[in-house]
């Protein structure tokens, strides 16, 4: 095992209880947003954890792996549906570094014509 996930969403939930405690009103806030966001209506909360999960890993979340797959398999995710969301999250991982390298050579080449 590379990491263990349900120690790691055990030490954050005690970690983030001290950042409730100092930002109470910064995290009742973001609290508030998290239940809006999951609660279910056209997609259902298993369907918004599978994304959620799919974003924590475009993004390098390791505390976010952690809480999404918990809540995936909490709301009946199967594997085979979060392995086909893992799919989509290394193709948005990927996808957005293509579109940034694309900018990234744009810029370069258009401070380069300046210069000449």
Same mark, same amino acid.
């Given at each position: 095992?590379?990491?263990?996930?349900?120690?790691?969403?055990? %030490?954050? @939930?005690?970690?983030?209880? %001290?950042?409730?405690?100092?930002?109470? %009103? *910064? &995290?009742?806030?973001?609290?508030?947003? =998290?239940? =809006?966001? &999951?609660?279910?209506?056209?997609?259902? &909360?298993?369907?918004?954890?599978?994304?959620?999960?799919?974003?924590? *890993?475009?993004?390098?979340?390791?505390?976010? *792996?952690?809480?999404?797959?918990?809540? !995936?398999?909490?709301?009946?995710? &199967?594997?085979? %549906? *979060?392995?086909? @969301?893992?799919?989509? !999250?290394?193709?948005?991982?990927?996808?957005?570094?293509?579109?940034?390298? !694309?900018?990234?050579?744009?810029?370069?080449?258009?401070?380069? =014509?300046? !210069?000449?």
């Amino acid at each position: 095992m590379h990491k263990n996930w349900p120690a790691m969403a055990e %030490e954050l @939930t005690a970690a983030i209880k %001290e950042v409730r405690l100092g930002a109470p %009103e *910064v &995290t009742k806030a973001f609290s508030a947003m =998290a239940q =809006a966001a &999951t609660a279910g209506g056209a997609l259902d &909360t298993k369907t918004k954890e599978l994304i959620a999960l799919a974003i924590s *890993v475009a993004i390098r979340c390791d505390g976010c *792996v952690a809480f999404h797959s918990k809540a !995936a398999f909490k709301h009946g995710a &199967t594997r085979d %549906e *979060v392995m086909e @969301t893992m799919g989509m !999250a290394l193709y948005m991982g990927a996808g957005p570094s293509l579109m940034y390298a !694309a900018q990234a050579v744009e810029a370069y080449d258009q401070f380069a =014509a300046a !210069a000449s």
